[in-house]
T-cell receptor
Framework: KNEVEQSPQNLTAQEGEFITINCSYSVGISALHWLQQHPGGGIVSLFMLSSGKKKHGRLIATINIQEKHSSLHITASHPRDSAVYICAVRLGEETSGSRLTFGEGTQLTVNP | GAVVSQHPSRVICKSGTSVKIECRSLDFQATTMFWYRQFPKQSLMLMATSNEGSKATYEQGVEKDKFLINHASLTLSTLTVTSAHPEDSSFYIC???????????FGPGTRLLVL
C-alpha cells in the first residue's frame, strides 16, 4: 500500500464543471503539497498546507489532519487546467533532510 | 511564487559522455536542493538531497559516483551524469526550498536522451 494515495487516477470533465481530486495518506505529516505537472513536464507548486484551507483563484485546497485526507477543488474548470495533479506529503517531523513522498498523480482532462 | 530554473531543458548525448545539469534558484537563497528523476507515466523519484556547502545525501540505489551533485552556493546546484548510458535517459527535475517548513519550488526539468 502506498503511503500516499490519490483518487481518481484519471478524470475527464466538461469545461465549467467543478472538480475534486482526493489524497489520503497513512502516517503523520508535517506538510502536504499539491503540485501541477503540465504535458511538457514542468511542475508548479500550487499549495502547501499543514491545516485548514487555502484558496488561490479558482483553486481550493483543504486538509483534514485527523482523517489524514486532503482535497483539491477546481471551480469553473477550463481546458487549460488539463494536467497531472500530484499530492505530495512531508512525512513525520520537519527536518533539514526530510523528503516529499509523492502520490501517483491524477490526470485531469477538461474538454471544451 | 519563487522561480527555479534548469539548464539545459533538453539534451541528447552519446553513450559514455558526461552531462551536467544546472539548477538555479532565481529569487531566493535555497538552503536545500533536491534532485528527482521521473520515468514516463511514473511518479517523481528522489535521487538526492543537498544542503549548501555539504555533501549530498543519496537515496538507496542511486550511485553517488555516477550522479555527482554539487551545491556550491545558495542559488546553484549541479547534477552531473557521468558516463551516461541509455538507461539513464529520463526526465530530471530539481527542486529548491529556502528553509525547512517552507514551500518547495520545482524547476522545469531537463529531458535527457542517451543514444
Amino acid at each position: 500500500k502506498n503511503e500516499v494515495e490519490q483518487s481518481p487516477q484519471n478524470l475527464t470533465a466538461q469545461e465549467g464543471e467543478f472538480i475534486t481530486i482526493n489524497c489520503s495518506y497513512s502516517v503523520g505529516i508535517s506538510a502536504l503539497h499539491w503540485l501541477q505537472q503540465h504535458p511538457g513536464g514542468g511542475i508548479v507548486s500550487l499549495f502547501m498546507l499543514s491545516s485548514g484551507k487555502k484558496k488561490h483563484g479558482r483553486l481550493i485546497a483543504t486538509i483534514n489532519i485527523q482523517e489524514k485526507h486532503s482535497s483539491l477543488h477546481i471551480t469553473a474548470s477550463h481546458p487549460r487546467d488539463s494536467a497531472v495533479y500530484i499530492c505530495a506529503v512531508r512525512l513525520g517531523e520537519e527536518t533539514s533532510g526530510s523528503r516529499l513522498t509523492f502520490g501517483e498523480g491524477t490526470q485531469l482532462t477538461v474538454n471544451p | 511564487g519563487a522561480v527555479v530554473s534548469q539548464h539545459p531543458s533538453r539534451v541528447i548525448c552519446k553513450s559514455g559522455t558526461s552531462v551536467k545539469i544546472e539548477c538555479r534558484s532565481l529569487d531566493f537563497q535555497a538552503t536545500t536542493m533536491f534532485w528527482y528523476r521521473q520515468f514516463p507515466k511514473q511518479s517523481l523519484m528522489l535521487m538526492a538531497t543537498s544542503n549548501e556547502g555539504s555533501k549530498a545525501t543519496y537515496e538507496q540505489g542511486v550511485e553517488k559516483d555516477k550522479f555527482l551533485i554539487n551545491h556550491a552556493s545558495l542559488t546553484l546546484s549541479t547534477l552531473t551524469v557521468t558516463s551516461a548510458h541509455p538507461e539513464d535517459s529520463s526526465f530530471y527535475i530539481c527542486s529548491a526550498r529556502r528553509d525547512r517548513g517552507e514551500t518547495q519550488y520545482f524547476g522545469p526539468g531537463t529531458r535527457l536522451l542517451v543514444l
